[in-house]
């Protein structure tokens, strides 16, 4: 479909090499877009990109900690040298040092949480939006989790760390609107993916989790990347400020 092909479009996605960031990677490449893949190590997000030029895509994989606001700047500078444009940004790098009760965290864990989750979207946000508003607009998506929409067990801070970036979205996006940069947030359930790996393969912990799934399976990073094209697509050209749940319908039900 027209409305979803990316032709033409430069995306960048922070947290690539793995997980839901490959996997958005990969999709937006399918759909036409030329990509530029990050991480913090070069040589895990390198096999992306040269998987994404083995399908017959453009793709570039290029070392940056999102904590630095200097490497988020080379980080752009770098796509800007090499495609010559930014029309998608994917913010997905994350982290969550932190399991168990809240008041047990210490102030590093907190620092570094609230530092990769929240303060990298807006470094990300920061460098590309003058780019986007001089090509007439552009995409932001921010990877949230539905634990920033409802306190998660063991998992507190991350849930702070994911409702501040909900906010953070909503805020950008209205200040963004009259640049024509539509930004939007996706929050994922339990996807099966090495970060969340103990939530899905500990039975004393899956089992509660699909019983109360109504699809009753945990997600795939696909099921994340197909909401990430359309986001970052003209098929979603007026929708701003939105948090799209991609969770099997956990949210809801455990709210009945």
Do not use: C
């Not at 980080?75 to 982290?95: C, H, K, M, Q």
């Not at 997600?219 to 990347?225: F, L």
Request: proline share 5%; aromatic share 4%; net charge neutral.
């Amino acid at each position: 479909m027209d409305e979803l092909s990316l032709h033409g479009k430069v995306a960048l996605i922070t947290g690539a090499s793995r997980g839901i960031g490959r996997a958005i990677a990969l999709r937006l490449a399918r759909a036409g877009a030329r990509v530029v893949v990050s991480s913090r190590k070069r040589e895990n997000v390198g096999p992306v990109a040269e998987e994404i030029r083995a399908a017959g895509g453009e793709a570039l994989a290029v070392e940056a900690h999102v904590g630095q606001t200097e490497q988020v700047e080379a980080l752009v500078a770098r796509t800007l040298e090499a495609f010559g444009r930014i029309d998608i940004a994917v913010n997905n790098a994350a982290t969550n040092p932190h399991f168990g009760p809240i008041l047990s965290a210490d102030e590093g864990q907190w620092d570094k949480i609230l530092d990769t989750n929240v303060k990298a979207a807006f470094r990300v946000a920061k460098a590309v939006a003058p780019h986007m508003q001089a090509q007439g607009g552009g995409k932001i998506i921010n990877i949230a989790s539905v634990a920033g929409l409802r306190p998660s067990p063991a998992m507190g801070v991350y849930s702070v760390s994911k409702a501040a970036l909900i906010m953070l979205t909503q805020v950008l996006a209205v200040e963004l609107a009259p640049a024509n940069i539509q930004v939007n947030a996706i929050a994922p359930g339990v996807i099966k993916t090495r970060f969340s790996q103990v939530l899905w393969q500990t039975p004393a912990l899956a089992e509660p989790i699909l019983k109360a799934t109504p699809l009753g399976r945990f997600g795939e990073p696909e099921d994340v990347a197909g909401v990430a094209l359309f986001l970052a697509s003209s098929a979603s050209d007026y929708i701003t400020g939105a948090v799209f749940v991609v969770d099997g319908g956990m949210n809801i039900a455990s709210a009945l």
